[in-house]
């Protein structure tokens, strides 16, 4: 069994930052991509920020420049740095991890974690 569970999220002022973590646990074999989703209200949910296993690193244009993604390999742990906040960023983030095990690859989620910005 693997899970998958973020925190770090919560309520900020625009312009203001918050750093959201990460932590894959259980029956893991290694851990390939990692990555940051979110969804807005009515909204599909859109990649942010992702990150393989050899520190590649992928943004969507929208956050270039506010957000940095980064991972612990000892830890299991990737975080996401987010700077500069705007109204647009506004919804539930998820963390995702594609997770190999003897015999297979499969891409884990956790529950979500809220990101509110206020004006």
């Known amino acids: 069994q693997v899970q998958v569970v973020e925190s770090g999220g919560g309520l900020v002022q625009a312009g203001g930052s918050l750093r959201l973590s990460c932590v894959v646990s259980?029956?893991?074999?290694?851990?390939?991509?990692m990555g940051w989703y979110r969804q807005a209200p009515g909204k599909q949910r859109e990649l942010v920020a992702d990150?393989?296993?050899?520190?590649?690193?992928n943004y969507v244009d929208s956050v270039k420049g506010r957000f940095t993604i980064s991972r612990d390999h000892a830890k299991n742990a990737v975080y996401l740095q987010m700077n500069n906040l705007k109204r647009d960023d506004i919804g539930v983030y998820y963390c995702?991890?594609?997770?190999?095990?003897?015999?297979?690859?499969?891409?884990?989620w956790g529950q979500g974690t809220q990101v509110t910005v206020s004006s």
């Open positions: 995702k991890a594609r997770v190999r095990t003897a015999l297979l690859e499969y891409d884990y």
């Open positions: 259980g029956s893991i074999g290694s851990i390939n991509m």
């Open positions: 990150i393989s296993s050899g520190g590649s690193t």
